[in-house]
């Protein structure tokens, strides 16, 4: 026996040595691909020596003596601390993810070998101004030689995760930046499944009362400029000026309500406490980490630029200059439509065209798979656009048999130049060289907000389609291809597009909401992002007579639900005094406590306060018992709250109250009767999810953000070191949004926001402020992979300095790049 025993003690002390080997050599060979930043490099394609300044947040300053060789030193510092999203990224818009993932991305693949993203980014190449080519050729030379001293010097791969995954790095071409682009204007718009879904209502509730009710169009004139403040406050004293943001976590199509959307805002000199402009700007994507956003700083023969740029891509996208600053917000401009396409019943290799059938334009594409057999999909494009198969977003169950569904896709161009445009604004000087630069813009339909010393302003920028004014559907849902009046007629011409240059009030802005009110086909979209945050920004920034750029960060950190405070007193109006109290431990009674605790909350969505939690699981249950009766297992789409359903629901606002009434029961319910049995719904299930009082809940441990690594996230005990989960304030509707995800077990946990926040003061351009929802380096044993994420939570920032010096007294890490002696 004790011969067993002992040997029983050296298997598992053999088994605990084994396992920590194990242990140390996959720390080992991780930690292989950390980058030292403190280096001197010999490289190939480099015209002059240069050094990458990385301060102590670890943002490298680039200090180049060309342009070329800066577009350079930015690629190499991609790929040093990002090159594993890169791939990722570069993979998705090529369609082979699967190569790597196996079948789990098939889905995914099948959808972007049809939209053909990447073949039209190579083709786009040669449509680039001579300087943007210029800048993706040496900036593709700099990732190459970060993957050659990843070779030559053995450094792991060059990323963790290629330890796991076998994806093998081929050399980075312009293409690929391109293709990028192309890949964000597909995750940035929604009209695509806009339709697809107002198509279903529209057969679901053919009363048409009742589709606008459930699928309204935004209301107003839309907002942009605001008046002048001293028209809205009578007497309000002048002070003199003072001088100078579905399916595989991969997928591109997120679920619907989870495609871009920002908030931007600028104040005029007149504006300023300060007497300079200033601008912020925070872009809404889906919380990742490490997070789609990488701070950079170049310098530029126009000048030094610094924000946010996004890995693949050589342009800072959101930032500023010395004189100039821009951020951009998701436009919703109406930029795809449906088309379904008659195929030939005696030839399924032909469609009906305008001139009768034609043969679809046809061409093979393999799908290869890990751990499979590949599959060979056939591609076919008519004269709209590609054909979508049936499968994605169930389109078969719109389609007529015989039928395909095309789409027309502004992004889908060969001679897409929207990447030249973004480095043109880049390197814009002034307000109207910024928006002269950007009429190349393509796609995504963005909003374009500037400012330099003196002015600023918004202009929408993007290929707006020309429809005809017989359009069927106006571009709301799918309509027949082969009409005349249903196709697109090249671009609506750039002066067109929404535009406001310094106006009268001074102050300007966006939160995705309706900017202008136009007949159709100038009306830029039917469909927009936001009818709520833009209540309360306007309230924010008319509060002021002039503000600073506190009071900018103090608006992009706001958590009052405009929402919230509006339709509490609606749906609680019959319910907030029921006369005699209830026995404690009843239904009557928690309710109660809810309605008193709701009954003082001014609509903060702080994290910590029970009642923010209580709100959202009652207009969730409310929301749900009004459209489930109707729509059965349909209502499942709407994932969160639609707050103009339920303030028309409540208004009874062209007879919407019948939504109350439960068509299966015979008694005729009434709308506080339905929010009376929502609220208790609510309160049952806050019940079994979570422990503790009513009164000491928080809203945070509900709404945690969500920034899980895309590949690794879902891997056991990995995912506890590669997720980065933090309690955080804001909600649906906030300006400090935090969307919810919307379904399964943690419906209200934040997986949308702003990952980028910057606030540009040009009264004093280097107190300018940003931060990143992560850190900068994607690699998990890195202590930059998360060192922002706190601050970013908090709702501190960093400052952002052009001044190379103050980025060398802190730096952790000075890499010199020398050109290889031949």
């Known amino acids: 026996m004790a011969l067993v025993f002992q040997w029983l003690v050296k298997i598992a002390t053999a088994l605990i040595v084994l396992c920590v080997l194990s242990v140390l050599l996959i720390y080992y060979l991780a930690s292989r691909s ?17 050094e990458i300044v990385r301060d102590n947040a670890n943002v490298p300053h680039i200090l180049a003596t060309t342009d070329q060789d800066a577009f350079f030193a930015l690629g190499y510092a991609h790929a040093q601390d990002r090159l594993w999203q890169m791939i990722v990224l570069r993979r998705t818009a090529q369609g082979r993810l699967s190569e790597v993932f196996g079948a789990a991305t098939i889905e995914t693949d099948t959808i972007m070998r049809r939209l053909d993203l990447y073949r039209l980014s190579v083709a786009s190449v040669d449509a680039q101004t001579p300087a943007t080519q210029s800048a993706l050729e040496a900036y593709a030379r700099g990732v190459n030689a970060q993957l050659a001293q990843i070779n030559k010097g053995a450094q792991g791969r060059g990323a963790p995760e290629l330890f796991v995954f076998n994806a093998p790095m081929a050399p980075w071409r312009p293409a690929d930046s391109i293709a990028i682009g192309k890949l964000m204007a597909v995750q940035s718009t929604g009209h695509l499944k806009q339709e697809i879904l107002r198509a279903r209502m529209s057969l679901a509730l053919p009363d048409a009362a009742r589709l606008q009710d459930i699928l309204p169009d935004a209301p107003g004139t839309g907002v942009a400029s605001l008046p002048e403040y001293a028209s809205l406050i009578p007497n309000a004293p002048r002070f003199a000026q003072v001088p100078a943001p579905i399916s595989h976590p991969l997928s591109p199509f997120k679920m619907r309500g989870h495609a871009g959307a920002s908030n931007a805002w600028a104040a005029a000199p007149t504006r300023s406490a300060t007497g300079g402009t200033l601008l912020a700007n925070d872009p809404h994507l889906a919380l990742t980490a490490p997070s789609i956003w990488y701070l950079a700083r170049m310098n530029l023969s126009t000048g030094a630029v610094i924000g946010a740029t996004v890995p693949g891509m050589p342009v800072v996208l959101s930032g500023r200059s010395d004189a100039l600053g821009w951020g951009v917000t998701t436009a919703y401009a109406d930029d795809q439509d449906l088309h379904i396409e008659e195929v030939n019943p005696d030839n399924p290799d032909e469609y009906r065209s305008l001139d009768g059938f034609k043969p679809f334009d046809v061409r093979p594409s393999i799908i290869n798979i890990k751990d499979a057999d590949p599959i060979t999909l056939t591609l076919r494009w008519t004269e709209n656009g590609p054909v979508l198969p049936g499968s994605f977003e169930n389109l078969r169950s719109i389609t007529p048999a015989g039928h395909v569904v095309s789409v027309a896709f502004t992004a889908l161009s060969p001679r897409d130049t929207s990447l030249s445009a973004a480095i ?17 813009h393509i796609a995504p339909a963005q909003n374009l907000t500037l400012a330099d010393r003196n002015t600023i302003a918004m202009k929408t920028i993007g290929a707006l389609p020309r429809r005809d004014t017989g359009h069927q559907s106006q571009g709301r849902m799918p309509t027949l291809g082969w009409g005349k009046a249903n196709r697109w007629d090249g671009r609506l011409p750039y002066t067109s597009n929404p535009g406001f240059v310094q106006p009268v009030g001074g102050i300007l802005g966006n939160t995705n909401n309706k900017m202008v009110e136009r007949p159709f086909p100038g009306h830029v979209s039917f469909s927009w992002g936001d009818t709520q945050r833009v209540q309360r920004w306007q309230r924010l920034m008319q509060a002021r007579q002039v503000h600073t750029r506190d009071s900018f960060v103090e608006a992009q950190l706001d ?6 405070r509006s339709l509490l007193p609606l ?8 006369g005699e109290a209830a026995p404690d431990g009843t239904p009557a009674r928690k309710r109660q406590r809810a309605l008193t605790l709701l009954a003082s909350w001014n609509g903060d969505m702080n994290e910590h306060l029970p009642e923010p939690l209580i709100y959202s699981h009652w207009v969730r249950a409310l929301q749900d018992r009004l459209m489930r009766d109707e729509l059965g297992p349909m209502a499942s789409v709407f994932t969160h709250l639609e707050p103009l359903f339920i303030e028309r629901v409540f208004r009874n606002i062209d007879g919407a109250s019948i939504w109350c009434d439960v068509i299966q029961s015979a008694p005729k319910e009434s709308c506080p009767d339905m929010a009376r049995l929502a609220l208790d719904d609510a309160l049952l299930e806050i019940e079994e999810r979570y422990s503790g009082a009513l009164e000491s809940l928080r809203w945070g441990d509900a709404h945690q953000a969500a920034q899980d690594h895309p590949t690794l996230g879902q891997v056991p005990l990995l995912r506890y070191f590669v997720n980065i989960r933090q309690s955080t304030s804001g909600g649906d509707n906030t300006l400090n949004r935090g969307l919810s995800r919307g379904t399964g077990n943690a419906p209200f946990q934040n997986v949308n926001g702003a990952g980028y926040r910057g606030v540009y003061d040009f009264a004093d351009p280097d107190s300018s402020v940003f931060i990143m929802s992560t850190g900068q380096s994607g690699h998990f ?11 970013w939570r908090r709702g501190e920032y960093i400052l952002m300095s052009l001044d190379a010096d103050l980025a060398r007294a802190a730096a952790v890490g000075v890499t010199t790049l020398v050109p290889e002696v031949q």
Request: proline residues 3%; aromatic residues 8%.
């Open 559 to 564: 958590t009052v639900s405009f929402t919230a």
């Open 34 to 50: 950390l980058p030292e930043y403190t280096a001197t490099a010999e490289v190939r394609g480099l015209q002059a020596p240069l």
């Open 571 to 578: 749906i609680g109006a019959e319910l907030w005094f029921t």
């Open 781 to 791: 044993l890195s202590r930059h992979y998360d060192d922002m994420a706190q601050l």
């Open 424 to 440: 043109g604004v880049m390197q814009s000087r002034t307000v109207a060289q910024a928006v002269d630069a950007a009429a190349a």
